[in-house]
């Protein structure tokens, strides 16, 4: 195989695994309670958490100790908003370095 269609081909492999920022942040404005952009940021640990403090928030909102798990969660999904960026940034770095390492090896 050719040196170009090696680049080539390792481009469109990056292009195809990559992450995007926009999307990130789609997820997090309508589907932040369920941590899925956290998951979709290679987070999931992190993300499966905010869907369980968002989910016992909102079931022991009747004994009003819920409030003080909504607001954490809240706090902290204000927070993610700033973080998204640099969780993209490393994401696609990744891909790209585990790309390059596979392509050398061939």
Aim: hydrophobic share 55%; charged share 15%; net charge positive.
């Amino acid at each position: 195989m050719s040196d170009q269609h090696a680049h080539s081909r390792a481009m469109m492999e990056y292009d195809a695994r990559k992450r995007s920022a926009l999307l990130a942040y789609l997820l997090w404005f309508f589907l932040g309670f369920t941590g899925a952009h956290r998951m979709y940021s290679d987070r999931i640990p992190t993300g499966f958490l905010q869907l369980v403090v968002h989910g016992i928030g909102w079931l022991t909102t009747p004994i009003l100790i819920g409030w003080l798990f909504i607001a954490a969660w809240a706090v902290w999904w204000v927070i993610d908003a700033f973080l998204i960026p640099a969780w993209i940034r490393d994401y696609n770095l990744e891909v790209a370095r585990r790309l390059s390492l596979s392509s050398e090896r061939a």
